[in-house]
């Protein structure tokens, strides 16, 4: 099932219109105004022609009719405006009725308006918590959606997105472009690093750092079309928490004591999930862990979660009308230098 729509709510000021808090307050007291569609279509042409790179970042603003059309089509706000996790700029929106929400295409030097993802994978991003100025490592960040939405519940002052496999990369590189306006995107570190080692490169230099690590997606894995593949993929699986928990031990390295880690996969399997966590917990004396039970009953309404796990993690569980997930979220914090 396709997730709900994510529209971006631009941080940066619009030069062509309102920012997004102005627009909200204008829209209370009469209708919003809408874009003519003719009209940017020149200013894209022209402006792209004369302004080149910099173009990009003026038209950087919020789409006014976004919002209201996707109330139109049976979209609502997916998650309670009064939970403590969720950042006022950061938007979500699901339907109950199954359907697809058409995708954006990429185009080199247009941003687009919204990301599609299974909502469960915003909740690695609220359990981060991250504050401005923070430095930040997404240590698995490809495709990209989660560092998206990272970016809109702060601005770090450093953020550092890395993903190892050439072809994730590049898929990668281009959310990057398609979301954050050119000015942003300097801010942003891109690289292909084997994540294993950046611990030891970058020792306790992070404030937060997520591990959204390869796991046997089981959603994608279900539906593989070439059966050798999927006996390939199914002999690997074993492999995989091996690898978890290097990239975890890498992470544990690169936070500075008092810096939070948030371990996440879209797998059911335990020992992908709380086995590898368990490792962790036992092998690196200098990490605790977090509490999540306050946050799991804030989007309790959203979602379906298994009962019996510990208060430092989550297990998204698919079921009929609340299909999201499967997403397994887990939260450590370095207490102490290695």
Same mark, same amino acid.
């Given at each position: 099932?396709?997730?709900?729509?994510?529209?971006?709510?631009?941080?940066?000021?619009?030069?062509?219109?309102?920012?997004?808090?102005?627009?909200?307050?204008?829209?209370?007291?009469?209708?919003?105004?809408?874009?003519?569609?003719?009209?940017?279509?020149?200013?894209?042409?022209?402006?792209?022609?004369?302004?080149?790179?910099?173009?990009?970042?003026?038209?950087?603003?919020?789409?006014?009719?976004?919002?209201?059309?996707? +109330?139109?089509?049976?979209?609502?706000? +997916?998650?309670?405006?009064?939970?403590?996790?969720?950042?006022?700029?950061?938007?979500?929106?699901?339907?109950?009725?199954?359907?697809?929400?058409?995708?954006?295409?990429?185009?080199?030097?247009?941003?687009?308006?919204?990301?599609?993802?299974?909502?469960?994978?915003?909740?690695?991003?609220?359990?981060?918590?991250?504050?401005?100025?923070?430095?930040?490592?997404?240590? &698995? +960040?490809?495709?990209?959606?989660?560092?998206?939405?990272?970016?809109?519940?702060? &601005?770090?002052?450093?953020?550092?997105?890395?993903?190892?496999?050439?072809?994730?990369?590049?898929?990668?590189?281009?959310?990057?472009?398609?979301?954050?306006?050119?000015?942003?995107?300097?801010?942003?570190?891109?690289?292909?690093?084997?994540?294993?080692?950046?611990?030891?490169?970058?020792?306790?230099?992070?404030?937060?750092?997520?591990?959204?690590?390869?796991?046997?997606?089981?959603?994608?894995?279900?539906?593989?079309?070439?059966?050798?593949?999927?006996?390939?993929?199914?002999?690997?699986?074993?492999?995989?928490?091996?690898?978890?928990?290097?990239?975890?031990?890498?992470?544990v390295q690169a936070l500075r004591p008092g810096g939070s880690l948030v371990y996440s996969t879209c797998t059911l399997s335990?020992?992908?999930?709380?086995?590898?966590?368990?490792?962790?917990?036992?092998? &690196?004396?200098?990490?605790?862990?977090?509490?999540?039970?306050?946050?799991?009953?804030?989007?309790?309404?959203?979602?379906?979660?298994?009962?019996?796990?510990?208060?430092?993690?989550?297990?998204?569980?698919?079921?009929?009308?609340?299909?999201?997930?499967?997403?397994?979220?887990?939260?450590?914090?370095?207490?102490?230098?290695?």
């Amino acid at each position: 099932m396709r997730g709900p729509a994510l529209p971006l709510v631009r941080r940066a000021g619009a030069a062509l219109g309102p920012g997004a808090g102005q627009l909200e307050k204008k829209a209370k007291g009469k209708l919003q105004k809408q874009i003519c569609q003719v009209v940017l279509d020149h200013f894209e042409k022209q402006y792209t022609a004369e302004l080149r790179d910099a173009w990009s970042s003026v038209r950087f603003s919020q789409n006014p009719g976004l919002e209201s059309s996707l +109330a139109e089509q049976g979209y609502h706000p +997916a998650f309670p405006a009064a939970l403590p996790y969720l950042p006022a700029a950061l938007r979500c929106y699901s339907r109950t009725a199954p359907g697809r929400f058409p995708a954006q295409k990429h185009q080199p030097g247009r941003l687009k308006d919204y990301y599609l993802l299974n909502a469960a994978s915003l909740l690695p991003v609220l359990a981060l918590e991250v504050k401005d100025g923070e430095a930040v490592l997404d240590l &698995c +960040a490809a495709p990209g959606g989660k560092s998206v939405a990272i970016l809109q519940c702060a &601005c770090p002052g450093h953020f550092h997105c890395n993903e190892y496999d050439d072809l994730r990369s590049r898929w990668l590189e281009q959310t990057i472009e398609s979301f954050i306006p050119a000015p942003l995107i300097n801010l942003i570190t891109v690289s292909k690093l084997d994540g294993r080692q950046i611990g030891d490169l970058q020792p306790e230099f992070y404030d937060k750092v997520l591990v959204d690590a390869p796991c046997s997606n089981d959603r994608s894995w279900l539906f593989s079309a070439d059966p050798q593949q999927a006996v390939l993929r199914l002999m690997q699986r074993k492999e995989l928490s091996s690898l978890q928990f290097q990239l975890l031990r890498s992470a544990v390295q690169a936070l500075r004591p008092g810096g939070s880690l948030v371990y996440s996969t879209c797998t059911l399997s335990r020992a992908e999930n709380s086995d590898v966590i368990n490792l962790i917990l036992n092998s &690196c004396r200098n990490v605790m862990p977090v509490d999540l039970s306050g946050m799991a009953r804030g989007v309790s309404q959203e979602f379906t979660f298994l009962s019996g796990m510990q208060q430092h993690e989550l297990l998204v569980l698919p079921e009929k009308g609340r299909a999201w997930g499967p997403m397994y979220v887990a939260k450590l914090k370095k207490v102490s230098s290695t």
